[in-house]
């Protein structure tokens, strides 16, 4: 394994994370993603992960200049990629976006790079033709808040090289993760074939008007002794990656009960600009969220 330059595609939340964490570990990154609008968001999201990384891991102001310093931002994906040795992409989880975009990548990129994706709930053989490099394809998943919950779940297709499979393994290594390999494809992976079903009952139980938001993550904190309920959970995943998820399901399955959670997250968050933890406000209000109140779990 002899990565030198790696490209992040997609500078959302999770993106960000992907980039700054790669950056810190000392390997070059460059962000990519659509627009000059975009990549100004990128700027502000790598600069708000400092102060983070000071308080959190004891982070150097001198470490993290260096981080900064091996960090560069294209709107370009051609000249993003020019000397890309792997790709991790962490673009919106929808189908037909992704598709075109690998089959974009496919045409500019080298051929020595190798291609991941960060795809929550899709399947890299969904998208391995599509890349034109089905051998040096497959899935590298991180958990939010990356730089402590420092999981990589490397996940292969078929059709991927087990070579660069195992590379992969390694590069996760170097960059401070717990390496989790999936030898066969499985949707959602080990993490999320637990989390998403816990995540999806409680909007579900929202939805129905059973209990409101807190009541829910308040009975999933004291039953289970979690730091989090599903909700806290969900602002930190984002609403819009909960709403887009939501959405593919109810279209591939016809579900109306299903609908009708899509439809809530766009009306009560979506469209009033509630997208979640980093912007302030999701299911609740930061930066001092009720369940952080030390009276919300008494009697």
């Known amino acids: 394994m002899n990565y ?8 959302g939340v999770l993106g960000s994370q992907i980039a700054f964490q790669t950056a810190f570990k000392g390997f070059n990154v460059c962000i990519y993603d659509i627009n000059e609008e975009a990549i100004e968001n990128a700027k502000k999201r790598i600069e708000g992960l400092k102060p983070t990384y000071k308080s959190d891991l004891g982070a150097t102001e001198e470490e993290l200049a260096d981080t900064s310093n091996r960090i560069s931002y294209s709107a370009d994906l051609s000249k993003a990629v020019a000397d890309a040795d792997l790709v991790i992409e962490a ?10 975009f690998y089959e974009e990548l496919g045409k500019v990129a080298p051929d020595k790079t190798r291609f991941t994706t960060n795809s929550s709930t899709l399947l890299p053989s969904q998208f391995a033709e599509a890349t034109g490099r089905p051998e040096k394809f497959l899935a590298l998943h991180f958990a939010n808040e990356i730089w402590k919950n420092n999981t990589a779940e490397i996940m292969k297709h078929e059709g991927t090289d087990s070579d660069i499979f195992n590379e992969v393994i390694e590069f996760a290594k170097a960059i401070g993760m717990v390496a989790l390999p999936l030898h066969k494809e499985q949707p959602g992976y080990i993490l999320n074939s637990l989390l998403v079903p816990l995540l999806d009952a409680a909007q579900m139980l929202l939805a129905k008007e059973v209990a409101d938001v807190e009541t829910i993550d308040k009975t999933w904190m004291i039953a289970t002794g979690s730091p989090l309920g599903p909700f806290a959970i969900l602002d930190i995943v984002g609403i819009n990656t909960a709403y887009n998820i ?10 109306v009960q299903i609908e009708k959670v899509a439809n809530l997250l766009k009306t009560e968050y979506i469209d009033k600009g509630k997208l979640g933890r980093s912007v302030g406000e999701g299911f609740y209000k930061y930066p001092n969220p009720s369940f952080n109140q030390p009276d919300f779990l008494k009697v």
Do not use: R, Y
């Open 246 to 255: 939501t959405l593919a399901k109810a279209k591939a399955t016809g579900d």
């Open 91 to 100: 673009i919106p989880e929808v189908v037909n976006i992704k598709m075109k």
């Open 4 to 11: 030198k330059h790696v490209v992040v595609a997609g500078s």
